[in-house]
């Protein structure tokens, strides 16, 4: 990849395709529970629909054009105005590894700041080792129970960030 042209940017409507790709690839490869995930969620297949809102945004990593991973942020369901949501934030295997992941999950963070979120929370797996790691190095802190309404009933671990 070091000859690659890497670029993080906001998604397109044409990146939708390779995006839900790299999502359902990423499940399969982590033998993850695949109902009670972001491998179901409606949005999946139209994540530049999905993320179209007021202080809502989803960011892309292509190499050479072609979609890696991605991750993006929204004001979380059901729970105060001043929470947001880092969500589906998934790289592809050829991807992880190379700091791309915590360039973007930096980016999200800024981002949730610039809109004027004072916490950032998210949900994942417990299998999701890598992932977790970088979220307590950034600061995110255990909570005991989810917060808002997700609707992602597998994701066992929930993390909350003063920003």
């Given at each position: 990849?070091?000859?690659?042209?890497i670029?993080?940017?906001?998604?397109?409507p044409?990146?939708?395709?390779?995006?839900?790709?790299?999502?359902?690839?990423?499940?399969?490869?982590?033998?993850?529970?695949?109902?009670?995930?972001?491998?179901?969620?409606?949005?999946?297949?139209?994540?530049?629909?999905?993320?179209a809102g007021?202080?809502?945004?989803?960011?892309?990593?292509?190499?050479?054009?072609?979609?890696?991973?991605?991750?993006?942020?929204?004001?979380?369901?059901?729970?105060?105005?001043?929470?947001?949501?880092?969500?589906?934030?998934?790289?592809?295997?050829?991807?992880?590894?190379?700091?791309?992941?915590?360039?973007?999950?930096?980016?999200?963070?800024?981002?949730?700041?610039?809109?004027?979120?004072?916490?950032a929370?998210?949900?994942?797996i417990?299998?999701?080792?890598?992932?977790?790691?970088?979220?307590?190095?950034?600061?995110?802190?255990?909570?005991?129970?989810?917060?808002?309404?997700?609707?992602?009933?597998?994701?066992?671990?929930?993390?909350?960030?003063?920003?």
């Amino acid at each position: 990849m070091s000859n690659s042209t890497i670029e993080i940017r906001e998604i397109q409507p044409e990146d939708n395709k390779q995006m839900e790709a790299v999502i359902r690839e990423v499940f399969i490869e982590y033998n993850l529970p695949l109902v009670g995930t972001a491998y179901a969620d409606a949005e999946t297949p139209k994540m530049f629909e999905s993320y179209a809102g007021d202080k809502e945004v989803y960011f892309v990593v292509t190499v050479d054009g072609k979609v890696e991973g991605g991750g993006g942020l929204k004001p979380l369901n059901n729970a105060q105005n001043e929470v947001c949501e880092i969500q589906k934030m998934y790289f592809s295997n050829r991807l992880r590894g190379k700091g791309y992941g915590k360039k973007l999950f930096l980016k999200c963070l800024e981002t949730a700041k610039s809109y004027g979120f004072k916490n950032a929370y998210l949900e994942t797996i417990p299998e999701l080792k890598e992932a977790i790691h970088i979220y307590e190095t950034n600061g995110f802190k255990f909570l005991d129970v989810p917060l808002g309404d997700t609707g992602h009933f597998n994701c066992g671990v929930w993390m909350l960030k003063d920003l």
